[in-house]
């Protein structure tokens, strides 16, 4: 079984402040990690993934995440946050163990970057 | 370069009826997958399709709901026989192939209200 944690519902930050929302993961096999982010009324953006490599992963709009396998993780960064970064994050994963085609979903971050 | 082009964007039904939603995936994308998302949730797969054939559908409630996607046209989730638990926001999704480690592109999603 395959599953995504995000243990905040919402994340308060100050414009110019960096900015960390939280993702953990649970799967059999290897995962293929994604980030997604959802403005108000609109379908999900793609912001970043890690596949293989680089534990550190640099995605659109200044964001990057660091996947840690030891502690089963995969937190989304931004070292200065906008007022416009403000939406939903969703973190995803993929286990390519279990030929998932689904991506597997946390119940998103609400990320409100106040001016 | 159109990104996944769903319609309607919001559709309400009364108790009974059918709805139909349509997904245009990316040019050049075969693969097409459906998600729900209920208030307060994060996003769940419902089934992947590539054309003419259905890939996945475990995630697809047993009864009253089917995916098609034809040789011709876009990809139509059906619900028949609507009940008030249907009411979400529904969401395709694209990709150029099934490969595990390729993001999906996401529309703007329907957003179904059963009266």
């Known amino acids: 079984a395959q599953s995504v944690a995000q243990p905040e519902d919402q994340v308060n930050v100050a414009e110019g402040n960096p900015l960390t929302v939280k993702c953990t993961y649970s799967v059999s096999g290897n995962p293929y990690l994604f980030w997604y982010v959802q403005y108000p009324n609109r379908g999900l953006q793609f912001l970043l993934k890690y596949i293989t490599g680089d534990n550190l992963v640099k995605g659109s709009y200044g964001f990057e995440a660091e996947f840690n396998k030891s502690q089963t993780s995969f937190h989304l960064k931004k070292p200065s946050a906008l007022v416009s970064d403000s939406a939903l994050y969703f973190c995803?994963?993929?286990?390519?163990?279990?030929?998932?085609?689904?991506?597997?979903f946390g119940k998103g971050t609400s990320l409100l970057v106040t001016p | 370069n159109a990104g996944v082009m769903q319609n309607p964007r919001h559709l309400v039904r009364r108790r009974g009826q059918e709805a139909r939603l349509r997904c245009s995936p990316m040019k050049g994308h075969s693969h097409v997958y459906w998600y729900r998302q209920l208030p307060e949730e994060g996003l769940k797969f419902m089934v992947y399709l590539q054309k003419e054939n259905i890939i996945d559908e475990s995630g697809m409630p047993k009864e009253r709901f089917s995916a098609e996607f034809p040789k011709e046209g876009p990809s139509i989730l059906r619900i028949q026989q609507v009940v008030r638990g249907d009411s979400a926001a529904y969401f395709c999704?694209?990709?150029?192939?099934?490969?595990?480690?390729?993001?999906?592109?996401f529309g703007d999603g329907t957003r179904l209200s059963i009266l």
């Open positions: 999704a694209s990709s150029p192939t099934g490969r595990d480690n390729q993001p999906q592109h």
């Open positions: 995803a994963v993929r286990d390519i163990a279990n030929s998932g085609y689904a991506l597997n």
